[in-house]
């Protein structure tokens, strides 16, 4: 298996342009986790889908920032308008979620954003 | 919110030397997990303990869950330079499929 995929690997772009990170997780795997990580703050859960439904969104900065997950093998997660303040590595992750909280999570190489 | 503090957050040892990092929390977890992160890559995760108390190794890696399943530790013994990394705890709640992230140690073992 590939491992989870993203999309692209680097962006670089100007305050308040729009930025979409794609992510393609294992296939298999029924849940989906966007992540974003900077120095000040770590490691953070932005949402988590399980079977393509979003579960809780609680982690999402602000109405900027927008996740969809339309089918099972593709999700999104969009920034309009993108500010110097989301510069962040952005990791998605996929895990077979059998409802055990046991369950690994597959990490893939993450975007590394930078919004001048 | 920040449920997992990890120290130290940074640490420098000489190659063969021991360490502990600590993962320490006021919430109780139903699982805990540890991750080890190379640069520019992603975390893959390294060990899971569930049972208060449980210890787990892993060839020169030693984990801990505590008792009372709030805070846990990981101790390398004769550390080499293949251990550099940022080492990552992550605690599950329970309910969902939900981890929540520690604040991170950064290990550096100079050869």
């Given at each position: 298996d590939a491992g989870v995929i993203q999309s692209p690997r680097h962006e670089v772009t100007e305050m308040g342009q729009e930025v979409t990170l794609r992510c393609k997780p294992i296939s298999g795997h029924n849940s989906l986790f966007w992540y974003r990580q900077t120095m000040m703050r770590g490691l953070e859960l932005l949402i988590y889908f399980n079977n393509n439904v979003p579960?809780?969104?609680?982690?999402?900065?602000?109405?900027r920032f927008s996740a969809k997950m339309p089918n099972a093998s593709f999700s999104t997660l969009k920034i309009q308008?993108?500010?110097?303040?989301?510069?962040a590595v952005y990791f998605c992750a996929s895990s077979y979620g059998t409802?055990?909280?046991t369950d690994t999570q597959y990490f893939g190489p993450g975007t590394r954003l930078t919004v001048l | 919110t920040q449920l997992l503090e990890q120290s130290p957050q940074f640490l420098s040892i000489q190659e063969g030397e021991n360490l502990t990092v600590y993962c320490n929390s006021s919430s109780v977890f139903s699982s805990l997990q540890w991750y080890r992160q190379e640069p520019g890559e992603g975390p893959v995760l390294l060990v899971t303990v569930v049972t208060g108390g449980e210890v787990k190794k892993l060839k020169r890696l030693t984990f801990q869950f505590g008792d009372a399943r709030k805070d846990s530790s990981l101790h390398i013994t004769a550390?080499?330079?293949?251990?550099t990394g940022l080492y990552l705890c992550a605690g599950a709640g329970f309910t969902g499929n939900q981890f929540y992230f520690g604040t991170g140690t950064s290990l550096t073992v100079i050869p």
């Open positions: 579960i809780d969104d609680s982690g999402m900065p602000e109405d308008p993108s500010e110097p303040r989301d510069s409802g055990e909280y | 550390a080499q330079p293949g251990d």
